[in-house]
């Protein structure tokens, strides 16, 4: 289960039934995933660009860029970018990293 994609309806970490939530967390929860969307969000990148810009081996981006594509959240031609379902994420990823704002003003006022 480690090497392969994460994919609703296979089990995952958290998940022996692969709900679609469970197989999207487990997903972007590994090394690098977060970061390598994160560092797409506004261009195109390079294998050699996104590698200085994410600060991970080789090997391991092989592996995330992989999966992330297999996945429908990335997609390849000159370098890498976020495709559409990708951006998606980002969209609603926005709420929730507006919450995280929330919270580090609530935990840096205690």
Known sequence: MKNEA????????????GRPIMA???LLGRRGSLRILWELR???L????LQAAAELPPATLNTRLREL???GLVEADDGYKL???GQQLRAAVAPLS????TW???LAAR
């Open 83 to 85: 495709s559409k379902l």
């Open 42 to 44: 506004e261009a195109s």
């Open 46 to 49: 390079t294998f050699r660009e």
């Open 24 to 26: 999207a967390l487990d």
């Open 69 to 71: 594509r297999e996945a």
């Open 104 to 106: 580090a003003k609530s």
């Open 6 to 17: 994460s994919r609703p309806g296979r089990p995952v970490r958290g998940s022996k039934t």
């Open 98 to 101: 507006e919450w995280a704002q």
